[in-house]
């Protein structure tokens, strides 16, 4: 019997990344047009639909500086993944730093209280068949030391919660709002990757599919697994 999940892809980046540095900017300024079409219409526009005069340079910058998830898996992150995406590059940088900000926040709970079952030889006490917290270092700490989180990243969801998140949330000064928006972004993107973005360390190709290494894999058990649907 063989089995299949629905998963979403996104490498238009990946092709235009691959073009002479020359011909990307061109190339993005016209991906660039298709975020202006509202998704309300819940129909297509053809980029030849609309005007060059509504996009720019800028706009086609902000396409190539950030890098969401070439696949991802779970529904309920998808849309988030795509309003990132969308507000970041047409310019809505409070809106696109929000959005990060709560998809880490809510991501970070959800690993944490998914995989704690999986981890009781190193399980945490006073996290323990606890829910979501608004504390991100708890969750960040339990997931470094499960190994999900290198320190690398670790450091920067530390700071972000603290320089951003709380900043932002607690009437903090607005400074840098374009860099704490891509910075969040960045963020988002690489947590969602190493969850529910078939990561390299999880996700391998073989007979030009994409095939988990190791089904035991608590990642795979809790964010992939219940996505597989059998097909007669």
């Not at 020359?22 to 660039?32: F, H, N, S, T």
């Not at 509504?54 to 950030?66: F, G, K, Q, S």
């Not at 409070?94 to 009781?120: D, G, M, P, T, Y």
């Amino acid at each position: 019997m063989a089995s299949k999940m629905e998963v979403f892809l996104n490498c238009s980046r990946n092709a235009l990344l691959a073009m002479p540095p020359a011909v990307q900017k061109v190339e993005a300024m016209r991906e660039v047009k298709t975020f202006l079409v509202p998704r309300v219409l819940k129909r297509e526009i053809l980029c030849d639909g609309i005007p060059d005069v509504l996009v720019n340079e800028e706009m086609a910058e902000r396409y190539l500086e950030i890098t969401p998830p070439v696949f991802s898996l779970v529904p309920d992150f998808q849309s988030v993944i795509l309003e990132i995406e969308q507000s970041y590059v047409i310019g809505n940088d409070f809106s696109a730093l929000s959005a990060s900000c709560v998809a880490i926040e809510r991501l970070l709970n959800q690993a944490r209280i998914a995989l704690h079952k999986h981890h009781k030889d190193r399980a945490i006490r006073k996290l323990w068949n606890r829910g979501p917290t608004n504390d991100w270092q708890p969750n960040i700490d339990a997931l470094k030391d499960w190994g999900y989180l290198d320190d690398a990243l670790a450091s920067e969801l530390s700071a972000l919660y603290r320089d951003i998140r709380c900043r932002y949330l607690h009437c903090g000064a607005i400074q840098s709002l374009r860099q704490d928006a891509r910075r969040s972004a960045a963020a988002a993107y690489k947590l969602m990757t190493i969850f529910i973005g078939f990561p390299d360390d999880l996700f391998g190709w073989t007979g030009g599919c994409l095939a988990c290494k190791n089904e035991a894999d608590p990642r795979f058990v809790e964010f992939y697994k219940p996505y597989i649907k059998d097909q007669q």
